[in-house]
């Protein structure tokens, strides 16, 4: 029994595996950790952990798994990982969480696919058929941007707009024109990738907090089909690990 923990800049996402299937999975603030015990249905055996918002937060997991008695791998990037290889140009820089995000796309979809992570930061990534990351964008997620108007600006508020076209307000103006820069962003990289390749067509892969805001804006604009998944992270933790005890595993 497995505790994959997925600790973003936000929140930490957490997912009970028992080898083949997700006994629970849900989120929460990283100053609540310490509670997470008593919300698990079973006692892990282990932890796999996958961190990017910083020392503060692996001491939390660290003393999580004190308290559970319990042995903590962290998750790294690297070279290559259950079927999927890291075109970076020095893998162990590619943040933890893009490459454990593309391991779980893999066991999603075989073909070429853009993955794309929108939370704190928005990172669109391209897996092409053969299982190769051929790159990426990182840019703000939507709360950033629109904060950083916020912040940064005399005149401008903490937009609560809605989406337009052809905005007529400043909340609707900040908002769309949060969602469009992303949006064009995903449509460019989507227009470098082939359409189809060894019979698996290009699917964009969509995951995060901002996943339900992006996608039936995506879909109008673009002929590739747009499926979101819950944690891509948790399932790539989840896919490394069966992997890597050759069990076998369903994602799906």
């Known amino acids: 029994m497995i505790l994959c923990l997925d600790a973003g800049n936000s929140r930490l996402k957490w997912g ?4 083949a299937t997700w006994l629970a999975r849900a989120a ?20 796999l952990a996958c961190n990017v918002a910083g020392p503060a937060v692996a001491t939390r997991i660290e003393a999580l ?9 962290w998750f790294r990037s690297g070279a290559a990982d259950a079927g999927v290889t890291n075109g970076y140009e020095r893998p162990a820089q590619l943040g933890d969480d893009r490459w454990a995000a593309l391991i ?14 929108a939370g704190t930061a ?3 990534d391209a897996l092409d058929a053969t299982g190769a990351f051929r790159g ?17 600006t005399a005149d401008l508020p903490e937009a609560q707009g809605e989406y337009r076209a052809m905005p007529t307000n400043t909340d609707d103006a900040i908002f769309s024109g949060c969602l469009d820069a ?8 989507a227009a470098r990738m082939p359409r189809r390749a060894a019979n698996a067509e290009f699917l ?18 673009l002929a590739p089909p747009c499926r979101v998944f819950d944690n891509l992270v948790l399932d790539g933790l989840a896919r490394h690990d069966a992997l890597r005890q050759r069990a076998p595993v369903d994602l799906l």
């Open 28 to 47: 929460c603030a990283h100053a609540e950790l310490s509670a997470l015990p008593a919300v698990l249905p079973a006692p892990p055996t282990r932890a």
């Open 122 to 124: 928005t990172t669109i």
């Open 16 to 19: 009970l595996w028992d080898g």
């Open 65 to 73: 798994a004190v308290r559970l008695a319990m042995p903590l791998e």
């Open 182 to 189: 992303t949006l064009g962003a995903i449509e460019r990289m």
């Open 104 to 117: 779980g796309a893999r066991g999603h979809h075989t073909g070429p696919a853009l993955v794309i992570m």
């Open 204 to 221: 964009i892969l969509l995951s995060g907090g901002a996943a339900p805001l992006l996608a039936p804006l995506l879909a109008p604009h």
């Open 136 to 152: 990426g964008l990182i840019l703000p997620g939507l709360d950033l941007m629109q904060r950083a108007l916020a912040r940064d």
